[in-house]
């Protein structure tokens, strides 16, 4: 096995999209992507059981798509990687599945990976505008925030030593962005609609509540998040207004809603920058293509002297290429092969970097 730029193949089915990537060392050569989210969006969010099908359906022309752009043959592969947890138990099987499956017709190792450290293993991978970046430095603070995740992360190094400081102890912000959505007669998913119609909206129209981030909160939940409560006041907040029979200023609910997730979000996330003396802070999950969270960190960070680092938003979401760079630098680091009894673990801590 190439221990030095390993070429590894990524598979990743934590959720709705089906993500093969390749990558050779830290350098990204293909990124494939197959979302089943237009068939989720008649159900208003993301059905498990639809989600492991669309998975079935569009593994293999995924594979094969990525290998014929990264121009490799599978006999190639020095190794696979894939995501085993956390996530949606049916759709990680399908991914954990194939995976064994590949291993073993090409008599290759493999790597099973945590997907929200596969989200920091992103920042990793070089291509086009981020050839010449600095590589990332350790430790850093790792804010991932999706759909179904909300996490911040104290990152000491990549592969061996990742603590989780605080998550979501209800709703992902990701969840809250479709929920109000919903309220606001928005389909899904809820994050770019929500972002557009924030544009032309005042964000400080309505004071919209922060989760957990009073002082008696603190102490026990100081890098926690909670948004089901925000989500229950921008919902209360509309209904008063329609049972008054006054018009819906949307764009001002968008955005003051929007301007309270982002407060919390980078209040936390620089807290934790500043407690532990950690001058870098990096950001992933696909809510980061949320213009506003993106504004709004490089001006808190900026002020605080933080640096701030953002993958491509290509690589935020949930992706193969991720899950491949964090089995690369396994690879790299020494780091032996899963054994083949692993198993799809929905509640993987981030803790555990692999199975």
């Known amino acids: ?36 989210m237009e068939e989720h969006a008649r159900y208003g969010g993301v059905v498990p059981e639809v989600a492991a099908r669309a998975h079935l359906d569009e593994l293999v022309p995924a594979i094969n798509a990525a290998v014929a752009e990264a121009g490799i043959r599978l006999e190639d592969l020095d190794a696979i990687a894939v995501t085993c947890g956390p996530g949606l138990s049916g759709a990680l099987m399908v991914g954990v599945g194939a995976a064994k499956a590949l291993a073993l017709a090409l008599d290759k190792p493999i790597y099973a990976v945590n997907h929200l450290v596969g989200h920091v293993g992103a920042d990793l991978l070089r291509t086009g505008a981020h050839s010449d970046e600095e590589p990332l430095e350790y430790p850093t603070i790792a804010l991932l925030v999706s759909g179904g995740h909300t996490s911040l992360l104290l990152v000491r190094n990549l592969t061996s030593d990742v603590e989780l400081l605080g998550e979501t102890i209800d ?92 407060d919390t979000l980078l209040t936390k996330a620089v807290a934790a920058c500043v407690d532990y003396g950690v001058p870098r802070l990096l950001l992933g999950g696909g809510v980061i293509a949320n213009a506003r969270l993106r504004q709004v960190a490089i001006e808190r960070t900026d ?38 009894d692993f198993g799809a673990d929905s509640t993987l801590p981030v803790s555990q970097i692999q199975a």
């Not at 390993?6 to 494939?32: K, Q």
């Not at 002082?215 to 008054?244: C, I, N, P």
């Open 1 to 36: 096995m190439n221990r030095t730029e390993p070429l590894v193949l990524g598979i990743e089915t934590s959720c709705d999209e089906t993500g093969i990537g390749i990558v050779r060392g830290t350098r990204l050569l293909s990124n494939t992507i197959a979302s089943s």
């Open 171 to 262: 709703d992902a912000a990701g969840e809250a962005f479709d929920k109000v959505a919903r309220v606001l007669g928005m389909l899904y998913p809820g994050g770019p609609r929500i972002d557009a119609a924030a544009l032309t909206g005042d964000a400080t129209a309505i004071r919209f509540p922060r989760g957990l981030s009073k002082q008696k909160d603190m102490e026990k939940h100081r890098y926690d998040f909670s948004f089901s409560g925000l989500k229950t006041s921008v919902a209360r907040w509309v209904e008063q207004r329609e049972d008054a029979g006054e018009p819906i200023p949307v764009n001002d609910v968008a955005a003051s809603f929007r301007e309270a997730v982002v």
């Open 303 to 340: 002020a605080a002297g933080i640096a701030l680092r953002i993958p491509p938003l290509s690589l935020c979401t949930d992706n193969g290429a991720m899950i491949a760079a964090l089995g690369a630098q396994l690879i790299m680091t020494g780091h032996e092969p899963s054994s083949l």
